[in-house]
């Protein structure tokens, strides 16, 4: 299966993700306020190029059930999501911040993707973003338990909620029959497309934990 193929080649990426201290402090409530809101602010960003993607992958599906799913996907990306960081940057304050280079990279990446691929690769492309995020807020949770009082609490259960892991049961599943009659250069393209997303992945919660910024911005004017 596809999904099985792609986990094994990104299993040391995987345990580096998890081993992130970006992760592990998020894990333990530890993380800095501003590192956290750094990423949010970046992640609401990023959550509007993943929307315009999955948009893109429904109307480029052939098949109307996977076309009905990137749609509803589309849609919790922009509202539910967002209304998650929403109330995180109200509260920390983190309104203003320019797209960093990994965020605007990513986002590139998938809406590039989404516009000039063949739809098997871009059902691929995203799946990183939901499989990864499901995966890092189950093994957080189980670490947590009771999110109660825990300052990153929100995030963590919204990714380890079932209903989001239905949704990346079913990702993963369009994924597999996609690449089930899949030729042999479509799909090492799509395993390439989620090894790259899944770099980035990781790419962007480094790039938070060191508050990236643009190093030409001193010979930039205002």
Do not use: N
Request: glycine letters at 6%; proline letters at 5%.
């Amino acid at each position: 299966m596809f999904c099985d193929d792609v986990r094994q080649r990104t299993a040391e990426l995987m345990r580096a993700i998890h081993e992130h201290p970006f992760i592990t402090a998020l894990g333990d409530g530890t993380l800095d306020p501003g590192r956290f809101g750094f990423y949010i602010a970046q992640d609401a960003r990023y959550l509007e190029a993943f929307s315009k993607a999955l948009a893109t992958a429904s109307a480029r599906a052939t098949d109307p059930g996977e076309a009905a799913f990137w749609a509803r996907s589309a849609h919790t990306a922009l509202a539910a999501e967002r209304m998650l960081h929403a109330g995180y940057i109200e509260e920390l304050g983190v309104e203003g911040f320019d797209a960093s280079p990994t965020c605007l990279a990513y986002a590139s990446y998938l809406q590039a993707t989404a516009l000039t691929a063949p739809y098997p690769v871009i059902a691929a492309a995203v799946l990183p973003c939901f499989w990864i995020y499901q995966d890092v807020g189950t093994a957080l949770l189980e670490r947590v338990g009771d999110t109660g009082g825990h300052p990153y609490g929100k995030w963590i259960s919204t990714y380890a909620d079932p209903g989001f892991a239905a949704s990346v049961e079913q990702a993963k599943a369009i994924a597999d029959r996609l690449a089930a009659t899949a030729g042999p250069d479509l799909r090492a393209a799509m395993a390439q497309a989620y090894c790259r997303a899944a770099a980035y992945e990781w790419m962007f919660w480094d790039s938070a934990w060191h508050r990236e910024t643009w190093p030409t911005q001193r010979w930039l004017s205002a």
